[in-house]
């Protein structure tokens, strides 16, 4: 089976830009989360969807934001981009209840200049 | 809030036994998951312990004190491919089901 996928890979972006992120969950996950990791730093929570609905939401700006479709593939958007939001963005799946384990795409690394 | 404290460096050589701390202030615990991650990789997960006590998985060991707030990854007959940085993390439900991650430990191999 094909776990996380995503894309784009990497990304170079001017500040003011916005940005669209792509996320595939492992087929059967339904719950997909979000993850800014900047250099030396363990991942920060972003979001959290579950069956298209957001459960949860770290402490970003509203110039964050996400949503999940009817396939729980999902979307983390940024708007206004800062050169502080250069950073590797994780998404991760895992089953309803089993949280604890999340499956990590190789990430979109993005460089804001 | 929540937060979790790790070492940031542990350095030991092939073949030796090497155990990553971790302590954590949390609300609502449900237990405690380990993560590797290699230079420009993604996190993958170890273990997960949601009581006390110590979970064996091959090479790697994981322990929880649930009372005294900490836990530790045990990794033994180390080998160059375990240089990596681990992250302890806890899941919650409060608001939402989320990871919070550790500071993050870079284990060094050497020969």
């Known amino acids: 089976d094909a776990g996380v996928t995503q894309s784009p890979t990497h990304l170079i972006k001017t500040r003011g830009q916005q940005v669209t992120l792509r996320c595939s969950p492992i087929s059967g996950h339904k719950s997909v989360s979000w993850y800014q990791q900047v250099l030396g730093q363990g991942p920060q929570f972003i979001f959290q969807?579950?069956?298209?609905?957001?459960?949860g939401r770290g402490n970003f700006p509203d110039r964050f934001s996400a949503r999940q479709f009817p396939n729980y593939s999902s979307e983390l958007n940024v708007n206004a981009l800062l050169l502080g939001d250069s950073a590797l963005y994780l998404c991760?799946?895992?089953?309803?209840?089993?949280?604890?384990?999340?499956?990590f795409g190789p990430g979109t690394r993005l460089t804001v200049t | 809030g929540q937060s979790l404290e790790q070492p940031s460096e542990v350095t030991a050589v092939e073949g030796a036994i090497v155990q990553i701390n971790c302590t954590y202030q949390?609300?609502?615990?449900?237990?405690l998951s380990w993560y590797q991650q290699h230079d420009g990789g993604a996190p993958t997960f170890l273990s997960y312990?949601?009581?006390?006590g110590l979970e064996e998985t091959g090479r790697f060991s994981s322990f929880l004190s649930r009372s005294d707030s900490y836990g530790y990854l045990l990794l033994q007959e180390l080998q160059m491919k375990d240089s990596a940085s681990y992250f302890c993390a806890v899941p919650f439900t409060g608001g939402g089901n989320k990871l919070t991650f550790g500071t993050g430990t870079q284990l060094k191999v050497e020969l």
């Open positions: 969807y579950y069956e298209k609905e957001e459960r």
């Open positions: 991760a799946s895992s089953l309803a209840g089993q949280e604890y384990e999340q499956y």
């Open positions: 949390t609300s609502g615990f449900y237990g």
């Open positions: 312990n949601a009581l006390d």
